[in-house]
């Protein structure tokens, strides 16, 4: 079976309607952190619980915990790709499906070659904003099957904070 066909069945899993663009991503950035960076970090995570206990803010202790863990949980297994599909319908990501009437606009942050982001923000107050790498995809293309479909907000011109973090600590 060709890998298009593939892609294909998939998109009809969802009864997503017709494809439209597609192309694959990381299902989150994959880095490459050297020992230096895990020693940074440890002695850093160290420090902030050691004050936590002193100034005894135990809550922040945990948190610190449990982001040392989630970062070593994900260091130890490495991102799959996913296919990205946008259809007539919505929006596939994956295993999940996104109809247009959830999505509020769209914006592309596009500044090669560290910045490449297709983000698609929500109705919904509880569902967060989305950052879709786009790879090496067309960002033009990608703008122009999306707008007959989702308004495009254009005032969003640089990458979110929390991409920015993620991208500059390889968190």
């Known amino acids: ?46 420090a902030l619980i050691a004050y936590s ?12 915990l449990m982001i040392g863990v989630l970062v070593l949980i994900t260091s130890l297994r490495h991102p799959e790709k996913i296919d990205v599909h946008i259809t007539s319908l919505g929006l596939v990501l994956g295993d999940d499906f996104h109809s247009y009437k959830e ?17 698609i923000d929500f109705q919904s107050r509880l569902h967060p904003m989305v950052a879709i790498p786009i790879e090496d995809a067309d960002p033009n293309l990608i703008r122009e099957v999306l707008l007959p479909y989702v308004f495009e907000n254009i005032d969003r011109e ?3 904070l929390t991409e920015l973090v993620r991208r500059v600590y390889k968190i």
Request: proline share 5%; aromatic share 18%; no cysteine.
């Open 103 to 119: 999505i509020k606009d769209f914006s592309i942050i596009y500044e090669p070659p560290a910045v490449k982001l297709l983000y």
């Open 1 to 46: 079976m060709k890998e298009k066909d593939k892609m294909h069945g998939l998109v009809d899993e969802f009864d997503a309607g017709e494809s439209l663009f597609t192309w694959k991503t990381w299902e989150y950035p994959p880095f490459e952190r050297s020992v230096r960076w895990y020693l940074i970090a440890s002695i850093l995570a160290v």
């Open 158 to 160: 640089s990458e979110g």
């Open 53 to 64: 206990v002193y100034t005894e803010n135990y809550l922040f202790a945990i948190i610190i």
